[in-house]
Nanobody
């Protein structure tokens, strides 16, 4: 089992920045692809960004390209989502997720492990 714990959420003004962290513990040996998802009230949980097990290949949805960056620090078993130029429509609960394997995964249902989520609110 892998446990994921997100942190770094909060309230930020439009145009501001936040960096979310996702710390993994438990059976963290072996390759894991990672993803960040978000869920706004009344909406589905959707993919925001994903990366392969090395962090060398990344994927970002169009709405966050140029503003968000996904990365990982293998030594710390931690994944990050750097969010810049935040907009009110980025307001949501953000979740990190992990799936065993090397390649990048953009299908939500394939992810095996999920964190509890962290709230991001973008408001003036």
């Amino acid at each position: 089992q892998v446990q994921l714990v997100e942190s770094g959420g909060g309230l930020v003004h439009p145009g501001g920045s936040l960096r979310l962290s996702c710390a993994a513990s438990g059976r963290t040996f072996g390759p894991y692809a990672m993803g960040w998802f978000r869920q706004a009230p009344g909406k589905e949980r959707d993919l925001v960004a994903a990366m392969d097990s090395s962090g060398g290949l990344t994927y970002l949805v169009d709405s966050v390209k140029g503003r968000f960056t996904i990365s990982r620090d293998g030594a710390k078993n931690t994944a990050y989502l750097q969010m810049n130029s935040l907009k009110p429509e980025d307001t949501a609960v953000y979740y990190c997720a992990a799936v065993r394997g090397l390649p990048i995964v953009i299908t939500k249902d394939r992810y095996e492990y999920w964190g509890q989520g962290t709230q991001v609110t973008v408001s003036s």
